[in-house]
């Protein structure tokens, strides 16, 4: 495989910083949505959301970028699977069901499939 450029390097490096922003994200959401929760938790969400936008686009190019491998297909199919869950947040009837699902679905999928995407994103992203 060809050495990455510094642009595709920044791009990668942009990517996996914004995974952990996001893991920041729903933790935020778990400490803080509560029956009466501060109308930040829904900014938060739907920034996630919007990160979760900008990952799928990022994920049309990774192929390109690291190879299209087995690996990286199956992240790509977990990660629609993560964005299935997320929308379930709109069916939701109450704060703490929507608590529920973060904590008992959605954040714990999301930090597994994070932490494995870092760690085929680390061999390109190291100087």
Do not use: C
């Not at 910083?17 to 803080?32: A, C, K, P, R, V």
């Not at 993560?82 to 109450?94: A, C, G, H, L």
């Not at 704060?95 to 954040?107: P, Q, R, T």
């Amino acid at each position: 495989m060809a050495a990455l450029t510094e642009e595709k390097i920044q791009f990668l490096q942009h990517y996996d910083q914004l995974l952990h922003t996001m893991s920041e994200g729903f933790d935020y959401i778990e400490e803080n949505l509560a029956e009466e929760a501060p109308p930040e938790v829904e900014q938060v969400f739907t920034d996630l959301v919007q990160a979760m936008q900008q990952l799928h686009q990022g994920n049309q190019q990774l192929p390109a970028f690291i190879g299209d491998t087995e690996q990286l297909k199956y992240q790509i199919v977990d990660f629609q699977e993560i964005v299935e869950m997320m929308s379930e947040w709109f069916e939701k009837p109450t704060n703490l069901d929507k608590k529920s699902l973060i904590s008992g679905k959605v954040a714990p999928n999301f930090e597994s499939w994070r932490v494995s995407m870092h760690q085929l994103l680390k061999p390109n992203i190291q100087h």
